[in-house]
């Protein structure tokens, strides 16, 4: 079985600030990580994913995260975050194509004017 | 760009009652799923469905859920007699039959028991 943990349940941070949310998993086969945002009374809009080759993937809104086999972690990264940020972010795991996502707890991004 | 839709945004029903969940997944789509989040936890996967049968489903989806695809289009959720626990997000996703094709979410509806 599969799961996530995200470390930090709020994150605020001031505009144009570089942010980091951190995400590991446990899995006993190969994965597929995912990131995946909210935006207040919306649904789960896709932001970037890993599925195999170059570990640093880069996805929409300039986020970016990196995944570490090692220490088994995907951490999410913006050198820059603006007010629109401001969501939740739901880092996610997936066996292979088409099999369920394990989700984990999400973290809350408030981006401070 | 194609959505994923879902309808009632919002869902009002007394404990005991029956209520459907509707889903329009994206048209060239064939795997479908729901998922739910009880309000302060994380999203939790219910069941996926491929080929008009049950592909997977968790602990969750017990004897009171079931799903079906009762048209080319519609892809519905019926809960047969609420729980107040049942109160909760439920989301819709759906996604192609492609290993390499990430699951495209709706917006949800929130189902609150009273």
């Known amino acids: 079985a599969q799961s996530v943990t995200q470390l930090d349940s709020q994150v605020p941070v001031f505009e144009e600030a570089p942010v980091e949310l951190r995400c590991n998993y446990s899995?006993?086969?190969?994965?597929?990580l995912f990131w995946y945002v909210q935006y207040p009374n919306q649904g789960l809009q896709l932001l970037l994913k890993?599925?195999?080759?170059?570990?640093l993937v880069k996805g929409i809104n300039g986020f970016e995260a990196e995944f570490n086999k090692s220490q088994t972690s995907f951490h999410l990264r913006k050198p820059s975050v603006h007010i629109s940020d401001t969501a939740e972010y739901f880092c996610a795991v997936s066996r292979s194509g088409n099999t369920p996502l394990v989700f984990g707890k999400g973290t809350r991004l408030s981006v401070i004017a | 760009e194609p959505e994923v839709t879902q309808t009632p945004s919002h869902q009002v029903t007394q404990m005991g009652q029956e209520v459907i969940l509707r889903c329009v997944p994206i048209?060239?789509?064939?795997?479908f799923y729901w998922y739910r989040q009880i309000l302060g936890q994380k999203v939790e996967f219910l069941v996926s469905f491929y080929n008009n049968e049950i592909s997977e489903k968790s602990e969750i989806f017990d004897d009171q859920f079931s799903v079906e695809r009762p048209d080319g289009s519609n892809f519905t959720l019926k809960i047969r007699s609420t729980k107040l626990e049942d109160s909760a997000m439920y989301f819709c996703a759906s996604t192609r039959l492609n290993s390499n094709q990430p699951q495209h979410f709706g917006d949800g509806t929130r189902l609150s028991i009273l």
């Open positions: 890993y599925l195999s080759g170059s570990t």
């Open positions: 899995s006993s086969v190969s994965v597929y």
């Open positions: 048209s060239n789509h064939l795997y």
